[in-house]
């Protein structure tokens, strides 16, 4: 178990760049989540896979926003154009269905820190 | 809608003090309750959460918590502050939602440990 990984940890871009994240979850969780995480908040919830299927999206999710999981295995979360409000910590987690309900326990990965100048 | 109030955006206690972090939830349904921490440069971590049953739940790192549905509170506790505790904190309560866990996360409060 080497837990869930995130890259880039770091991301400096210009406002209209599209940048790509990616998320490994721990090795044969099905469920995974996207988080956002802005400067003296809590994080928010963005979206939710189970498997390869996008079953949740948050409103914060915007069109320019888009997230796969092409294999049920890593994700990718896809900003475009981006905007300088874009800026934040952008979190993945993920959770096995053996302890799907309240049980579930999600394990955080270390995060995509985004800045747009 | 579910949403959780941490008091104090701060809290600042000497090393070996009791830590309280306050933690006030909104729920039209029985609710799950959470408290992560995170550490600079880390993802979080669960310290502990409550679902159903025993009211005082324990945690890692000697923490625990108190669900009491009076109070709508899930404050944590620690009974010694370690310098190590140093990190911020944040609360969640969720909800199932078709079937997955959501989490709704509080602002979170920064724990200051001081020798």
């Known amino acids: 178990d080497t837990g869930v990984s995130q890259d880039p940890r770091h991301k400096i871009t210009k406002r209209g760049q599209n940048v790509t994240f990616r998320c490994d979850p721990i090795s044969e969780h099905n469920r995974l989540y996207w988080y956002r995480q802005t400067l003296g908040q809590g994080p928010e919830f963005l979206t939710y896979?189970?498997?390869?299927?996008?079953?949740?999206k948050s409103r914060l999710l915007s069109d320019r926003f888009s997230a796969e999981r092409p294999k049920g295995s890593f994700s990718t979360l896809e900003i475009q154009r981006t905007e300088q409000g874009d800026s934040a910590m952008y979190l993945c987690?993920?959770?096995?269905?053996?302890?799907?309900?309240?049980?579930?326990?999600?394990?955080f990965g270390p995060g995509t820190r985004l800045l747009v100048l | 809608a579910q949403s959780v109030t941490q008091l104090g955006s701060h809290v600042s206690v000497s090393e070996g003090a009791l830590v309280l972090l306050r933690c006030n939830y909104s729920?039209?349904?029985?609710?799950?309750l959470f408290w992560y921490v995170q550490y600079p440069n880390q993802g979080l971590q669960l310290l502990l959460k409550?679902?159903?049953?025993?009211?005082l739940v324990k945690g890692i790192n000697g923490f625990e918590a108190e669900f009491k549905k009076s109070e709508t509170s899930f404050h944590l506790t620690k009974p010694s502050a370690h310098m190590s505790d140093a990190a911020e904190y944040f609360c969640a309560v969720s909800f199932m939602n078709t079937g997955f866990q959501k989490l709704v996360f509080g602002t979170g409060t920064r724990l200051l440990v001081s020798p």
């Open positions: 896979f189970q498997n390869e299927a996008q079953l949740e």
């Open positions: 409550y679902t159903t049953g025993a009211t």
């Open positions: 987690a993920s959770s096995s269905r053996v302890l799907a309900g309240p049980k579930e326990t999600q394990y």
């Open positions: 729920s039209s349904v029985p609710p799950y």
